[in-house]
T-cell receptor
Framework: QQQVKQSPQSLIVQKGGISIINCAYE??????FPWYQQFPGKGPALLIAIRPDVSEKKEGRFTISFNKSAKQFSLHIMDSQPGDSATYFCAASKQVSEGGKLIFGQGTELSVKP | GAGVSQSPSNKVTEKGKDVELRCDPISGHTALYWYRQSLGQGLEFLIY????????KSGLPSDRFSAERTGGSVSTLTIQRTQQEDSAVYLC????????????FGQGTRLTVV
């Protein structure tokens, strides 16, 4: 099973709040889990990524939590800002065996209200 | 340029016509990917090139779709006999070595089939 399931489809958060986006996967062969941020009219840009040998990775206000046994991972955006309003995609890949081709979730449209 | 460049940025074509979409990857990147982003959908993998290896075409939706990469650099995605369901944003990405390295996306070509 190659699918990656992402929720919610849309999210509205007040400025300063915490945004949480969740993803689940089926294929235990996945070994790389990135999150991409996409603004309208732009291509996706890598935000943060994690490998399954760690349970959490933090970069600034962005944190990935990874639960290998549950086959789930999530993105937390602390102190959300209006500039964070964008579409977020989780993804998974088999970096070594399949050259890093990404299987994406359906995306979450985040709106941060001032 | 420093990033992945795609042309044209927008393309409107009549149903049944052939179209060619171009991607200039970041200089030195050996891996090149094509993805498709349909309205309200996530990103769908189409094809992956790595160096001189045979491409991974497993994501191409039909035999109307083909792609080539000349000289290990520029890539062209060709859609023959376009259909309305081909309308989407076609995104190209490149990475230094494929697996275990970050993929950088271009801004995409928005294709509209009328």
């Amino acid at each position: 099973q190659q699918q990656v399931k992402q929720s919610p489809q849309s999210l509205i958060v007040q400025k300063g709040g915490i945004s949480i986006i969740n993803c689940a996967y089926e294929n235990t062969a996945f070994d790389y889990f990135p999150w991409y941020q996409q603004f309208p009219g732009k291509g996706p840009a890598l935000l943060i990524a994690i490998r399954p040998d760690v349970s959490e990775k933090k970069e600034g206000r962005f944190t990935i939590s990874f639960n290998k046994s549950a086959k789930q991972f999530s993105l937390h955006i602390m102190d959300s800002q209006p500039g964070d309003s964008a579409t977020y995609f989780c993804a998974a890949s088999k970096q070594v065996s399949e050259g890093g081709k990404l299987i994406f979730g359906q995306g979450t449209e985040l709106s941060v209200k001032p | 340029g420093a990033g992945v460049s795609q042309s044209p940025s927008n393309k409107v074509t009549e149903k049944g016509k052939d179209v060619e979409l171009r991607c200039d990857p970041i200089s030195g990147h050996t891996a090149l990917y094509w993805y498709r982003q349909s309205l309200g959908q996530g990103l769908e993998f189409l094809i992956y090139f790595q160096g001189n290896s045979a491409p991974d075409k497993s994501g191409l939706p039909s035999d109307r779709f083909s792609a080539e990469r000349t000289g290990g650099s520029v890539s062209t995605l060709t859609i023959q006999r376009t259909q309305q369901e081909d309308s989407a944003v076609y995104l190209c990405a490149s990475s230094p070595m494929g697996g275990n390295t970050e993929a950088f996306f271009g801004q995409g070509t928005r294709l509209t089939v009328v």
